[in-house]
């Protein structure tokens, strides 16, 4: 998703990317794009909140049915008293899907074999933190205790024997989410797509296994926050530094900010770095692996280098 593309772009392509997945918002996303009020009615919205999943989010949060009629979501925002648009101003795309654990946890065992120090960027309510906590079925392969994470693989990926240790974790956001306040856990429930009953409920297993253990959730922008918290980390360990849907939201001088640090920090030694983004956002994690031209879903890398193709949510893991 290319957050500055033309809006009717991006709901096409987001379409795309719920095709099969979920059938309200491919239909929904697919007519906005030919709808031309709507499109008027989002274009008068700041570009980084005319996203879909924001915009479809904050018209649920305010009652719109989902799995529901396009007409009653399209009445909704032309209807607009100021509501729907005062929950997009004030909300924003937050999804925090452990989902992506089963995708991510191959790359954290393969960098570090012993209890790591854990920092993640973009971290939102810091569920993914807990990596420790779950077990993961790969195809036959299941390892460890906790709730089910499950992805299919292909490519022969290197999966870990055991679940991976962790020391010390920590995360930083722009705005990181409590998970002891229902209201912010309320809206990442809103922020999973209509028709994903297991990712609702995936969703409230990890806020009890977060709220037993608070994570410490850094306030403020990755590339400021970033260094010393790596500094902090390494006394506990060696330190992982992973991000998920996250770089996208940069704007793209940061982008090349970010590549530019995180090369730096794993040239000095000082951490591994785990990526997980599409593929048009870390163009130079992309070229360094054979990703096709057409990869829809992430481009995991580790400490820069592409490895792996992931589904979004954490479905399916492809070995490059
Ligand atoms: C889509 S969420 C992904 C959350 C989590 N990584 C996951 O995979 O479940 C993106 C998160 O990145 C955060 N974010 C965006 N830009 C950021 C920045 N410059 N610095 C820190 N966090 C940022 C947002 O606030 C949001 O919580």
């Given at each position: 998703?290319?957050?500055?593309?033309?809006?009717a772009?991006?709901?096409?392509?987001?379409?795309?990317?719920?095709?099969?997945?979920?059938?309200?918002?491919?239909?929904?996303?697919?007519?906005?794009?030919?709808?031309?009020?709507?499109?008027?009615?989002?274009?008068?919205?700041p570009?980084?909140?005319?996203?879909?999943?924001?915009?479809?989010?904050?018209?649920?949060?305010?009652?719109?049915?989902?799995?529901?009629?396009?007409d009653?979501?399209?009445?909704?925002?032309?209807?607009?008293?100021g509501?729907?648009?005062?929950t997009?101003?004030?909300?924003?795309t937050?999804?925090?899907?452990?989902g992506?654990?089963?995708?991510?946890?191959?790359a954290?065992a393969?960098?570090?074999?012993?209890?790591v120090?854990?920092?993640e960027?973009?971290?939102?309510?810091?569920?993914?933190?807990?990596?420790?906590?779950?077990?993961y079925a790969?195809?036959?392969?299941?390892?460890?205790?906790g709730p089910?994470l499950?992805?299919?693989?292909?490519?022969?990926?290197?999966?870990p024997?055991?679940?991976?240790?962790?020391?010390w974790?920590?995360?930083?956001?722009l705005?990181?989410?409590?998970?002891?306040?229902?209201?912010?856990?309320?809206?990442l429930?809103?922020?999973?797509?209509?028709?994903?009953?297991?990712?609702?409920?995936?969703?409230?297993?990890?806020?009890?296994?977060?709220?037993?253990?608070?994570?410490?959730l850094?306030?403020?922008?990755?590339?400021?926050?970033?260094?010393?918290?790596?500094a902090?980390?390494?006394?506990?360990g060696?330190v992982?530094?992973f991000?998920?849907?996250?770089a996208?939201?940069?704007?793209?001088?940061?982008?090349?900010?970010?590549?530019?640090?995180?090369?730096?920090?794993?040239?000095?030694?000082r951490?591994?770095w785990?990526s997980?983004?599409?593929?048009?956002?870390?163009?130079?994690?992309?070229?360094?692996?054979?990703?096709?031209?057409d990869?829809?879903?992430f481009?995991?890398?580790?400490?820069g280098?592409?490895?792996?193709?992931?589904h979004?949510?954490g479905?399916?893991?492809?070995?490059?």
């Open positions: 998703m290319d957050l500055a593309a033309d809006t772009e991006q709901y096409r392509d987001f379409a795309l990317d719920a095709r099969d997945y979920s059938p309200c918002y491919d239909d929904w996303c697919t007519r906005v794009a030919d709808d031309a009020e709507v499109l008027a009615w989002l274009d008068r919205l570009l980084p909140k005319r996203q879909p999943n924001l915009v479809l989010a904050a018209a649920r949060w305010h009652g719109v049915p989902a799995p529901g009629p396009y009653a979501f399209r009445s909704a925002l032309l209807a607009d008293d509501t729907i648009v005062a997009i101003r004030a909300r924003s937050q999804t925090n899907e452990v992506r654990l089963a995708t991510l946890v191959p954290f393969l960098v570090a074999d012993r209890p120090a854990l920092i960027v973009g971290a939102s309510a810091g569920l993914n933190l807990f990596p420790d906590r779950y077990s790969w195809g036959g392969r299941t390892i460890g205790s089910l499950t992805a299919s693989v292909s490519g022969d990926p290197p999966l024997a055991a679940v991976p240790s962790v020391a974790r920590a995360g930083v956001d705005n990181p989410l409590d998970v002891t306040d229902d209201d912010a856990m309320r809206w429930s809103f922020l999973v797509w209509p028709e994903h009953e297991e990712r609702r409920a995936r969703l409230a297993t990890a806020v009890a296994i977060a709220r037993s253990a608070p994570p410490v850094v306030r403020g922008n990755l590339l400021d926050e970033l260094p010393a918290l790596v902090t980390a390494a006394a506990h060696p992982v530094v991000h998920s849907a996250v996208v939201y940069l704007p793209p001088e940061d982008r090349d900010r970010f590549q530019a640090l995180m090369t730096g920090l794993v040239a000095e030694g951490c591994h785990v997980n983004e599409a593929a048009s956002v870390l163009p130079e994690v992309t070229a360094s692996g054979p990703v096709p031209s990869a829809r879903g481009v995991l890398g580790i400490d280098r592409a490895v792996a193709l992931t979004g949510h479905a399916w893991l492809r070995w490059l």
